[in-house]
């Protein structure tokens, strides 16, 4: 297929052209970037929601139930389910997923599995060029959601415009212990399965805890409590996250976010090509290979090595 | 404190002189670069064993027992505890850990919690400094305990020659699914708290899922089973770690780690250096400043920007 043909299928909406663009990025297919070039001028200012939290929390049936939200509106939804740890990639990994299928025959809605583990390039860049591409296609919202929450995780959620936290009562301690790296990024907070015992105690402890991290923002977190299952607390999550979309425009928070993620991602590439170049070039040249032995047998340090090879590099 | 003085008590295993050396490679302090390249050399090939599994499956219950047997036999113990979401550092973050403090006391047991979040060297870049640091401190084995299960842990735990995945009977769906990652860096697995039902049936699905991950290694992973609160299984645990280090030192497996360790920390280092420079150097005279503008309005992706910049970079 001619990369022009593709380009324009993708821009009408046409989800195999799509599927096949992904495909390109997760490959690091160079026909990548054309496509991206091509469509990137043609994304717009979409809202970009980003879910996370812990394992078994009840994400995905909140996503599923989000969709049928948005659906019902008559938006176009797109959704990327990134699962760092996975060696698997392309189609549903979890059970979990399994659930959202039920729009999988829906024109209007596109979902995707990522799971870009070893990604050289990086899971977030990835995650951008993706997120992207869909938002080329013409949808109206553009959902990510991850699988637990290490800095991988929190690192594709910051691709997102609005950060969706979610939690359940009765999380063990470490896992409680963990909630500290999330505070920070959470826009809204969601309290899911909260027909569970301590529900109560555990927004209490939320809003301290909140108190604690955001003191400083203009925006101030809600908690919603959601029963994912029961599309209990839907309507409140999407009003929620319209509210957040709405301070985003109105403030000047959404172009201060967008340079962010901008730079980001330029520093992000930049660092990744300029790595290839050197190990591509310089292998044999600067006898990088020999110098990998000698840090091996410990005759010297990394870090001495690297000063070393820096002498040989200049920018003109 | 002048550096040499500090490099010499590292050396003879002084432990406040083994933390300030830590800080600095937590701080990216210039020192650290030169403590690492005197007592680099002095580092020795102890066994490094890297701990890690989901939440709340006992890690540090495990790692603190692990402790214990090692120190009556008289082995001096160094412990990094690496928590990637977490913002806190330096000391005890988690409840669980807490326990381990019981050794806190014991100068020859070195304990040190990283989070080192967000660190732009990476954090396994961090973690292998740290190691060595410790290392040439004069400890006979190092232990490196992470939380959670993302590819940041997995990335940590690849700093060590064992690698040690802690389960249990009864994780949730999800949770299972991520084992997947883990089983491919398992060279030892845990089941703890094993006196739990269906820890037979776990057993079994770990061996079906084992023999498809691992079909073609030489070293075949074996099942431990541990209840860390009451002390057993440990021994056993204890065994099949100096186990896979003998086969680690009798085959050329470890000259082959020890190399690919060392590839990894230089072009991850490398990497790092050489972002800075350009960042640093050329932020202004390339007008990076104005392209994160063009690209966050939308006017030019951020791929072909950095192709631009990459026109300037030379190796002589």
């Given amino acids: 297929m001619i990369i022009d043909q593709l380009v324009t299928s993708l821009l009408e909406g046409d989800s195999r052209s799509l599927a096949r663009a992904i495909s390109f990025v997760e490959n690091e297919d160079p026909r990548a970037f054309e496509i991206l070039r091509a469509v990137y001028p043609s994304a717009r200012n979409v809202p970009v929601v980003g879910i996370t939290g812990p394992a078994g929390v009840g994400k995905s049936s909140l996503v599923d139930q989000l969709i049928a939200n948005y659906r019902n509106a008559g938006m176009k939804v797109g959704v990327v389910a990134v699962d760092p740890s996975s060696p698997f990639s ?36 990835a995650t951008f060029d993706v997120v992207d591409l869909i938002n080329a296609s013409g949808k109206d919202i553009i959902l990510i ?8 995780e929190i690192d594709v959620v910051k691709v997102a415009n609005t950060t969706v936290v979610v939690l359940m009562p009765g999380l063990g301690d470490e896992v409680q212990a963990m909630k500290a790296g999330l505070m920070e990024i959470a826009d809204l907070l969601v309290i899911n399965k909260s027909d569970r015992p301590e529900t109560d105690k555990m927004e209490m402890e939320l809003h301290a805890v909140l108190s604690f991290f955001q003191a400083e923002n203009v925006w101030h977190p809600q908690i919603i409590r959601t029963i994912a299952t029961e599309n209990s607390g839907i309507d409140q999550l999407v009003a929620a996250i319209r509210d957040h979309n709405q301070y985003l425009n109105q403030s000047r928070r959404l172009q201060e976010k967008l340079r962010e993620q901008s730079k980001q991602r330029l520093i992000d590439a930049l660092e990744y090509r300029v790595t290839s170049q050197i190990l591509e070039d310089g292998f044999d040249r600067f006898g990088i290979s ?3 032995d000698e840090i091996a047998d410990r005759k010297v340090d990394p870090h001495t090595v690297v000063q070393e090879l820096l002498k040989h590099f200049k920018m003109e």
Same sequence: chains 1, 2.
């Fill in 90 to 125: 392309g189609g549903a990994i979890l059970g979990d997923r399994i659930r959202m299928q039920r729009h999988g025959i829906d024109p209007d809605v596109f979902i995707r599995s990522m799971a870009t583990r070893g990604k050289l390039g990086g899971i977030a860049a």
């Fill in 145 to 152: 959601e991850t699988v637990g929450v290490g800095q991988d």
């Fill in 290 to 292: 020999q110098k990998i």
